[in-house]
């Protein structure tokens, strides 16, 4: 069985440029989740998907920050324009119905560096 | 609020000693605990998780991990370790009602010394 994927593994960008990163969850997955982890802290929530509708985007910095996953597959997440403080490793996760004692199967993740 | 206390940054243990990587956790409501494991430059991976029922929990290349309730703890153990076993270990909780969010704590470095 295939993994989550995600691209580009890494990117360098120049403050209050935009970056996009993409995530293919696992086959039949309904539920997709992006989390950032910033160096030396835990991955922390930025939005769910429920098939291509958001559950929780409480989290998301949405000034800057946008995601989506509009045929219920794959997702985007956006930053534009990208601060200092974004430089993280952005994870993708996803889980088969989205129940809270679902595990959650991850992606290797996008490193991002922001100069 | 809702979270999750790992004490220790780093541990270190000697292969074939026993090891217990610590994880406390805060949450409203009963909960459910997970850990994961990350090696570098890779995802997450699941380990194991407490849902209801034994408080001895079996996971993932031989690792277990113990719910204690009064005490809110939910430590990871295995009691052989082995070189393969260093990597980041993550505790993560969710509360069963309210926040669907899954917390996770700050990680506990495990090192295996040959």
């Known amino acids: 069985e295939a993994g989550v994927a995600q691209s580009p593994r890494y990117k360098i960008i120049e403050k209050r440029q935009s970056v996009a990163f993409w995530c293919n969850p696992i086959s039949g997955h309904a539920t997709l989740y992006w989390y950032q982890q910033i160096l030396g802290q835990g991955p922390k929530l930025l939005i769910q998907?429920?098939?291509?509708?958001?559950?929780?985007d409480s989290q998301l910095p949405k000034d800057r920050f946008s995601a989506e996953r509009l045929k219920g597959v794959d997702s985007t997440l956006k930053i534009q324009p990208a601060k200092l403080e974004d430089s993280a490793v952005y994870l993708c996760?996803?889980?088969?119905?989205?129940?809270?004692?679902?595990?959650?199967?991850f992606g290797p993740g996008t490193r991002l560096t922001v100069l | 609020a809702q979270s999750v206390a790992q004490p220790e940054d780093q541990v270190n243990v000697a292969e074939g000693n026993p090891l217990t990587v610590k994880c406390t956790y805060s949450?409203?409501?009963?909960?459910?605990l997970f850990w994961y494991v990350q090696y570098p430059n890779r995802g997450l991976q699941f380990l194991l998780k407490?849902?209801?029922?034994?408080?001895l929990v079996k996971g993932s290349y031989g690792f277990e991990a113990e719910f204690n309730k009064s005490q809110t703890s939910f430590h990871l153990k295995k009691p052989s370790a082995l070189v393969s076993d260093s990597a980041l270990y993550f505790c993560?909780?969710?509360?069963?009602?309210?926040?669907?969010?899954?917390?996770f704590g700050t990680g506990t470095r495990l090192t295996v010394i040959p």
């Open positions: 996760a996803s889980s088969s119905q989205g129940l809270r004692d679902n595990e959650q199967f």
């Open positions: 998907f429920q098939n291509n509708g958001v559950v929780d």
């Open positions: 407490y849902i209801t029922g034994d408080n």
């Open positions: 993560a909780v969710r509360p069963q009602t309210g926040a669907n969010n899954l917390f």
């Open positions: 949450v409203s409501g009963n909960p459910y």
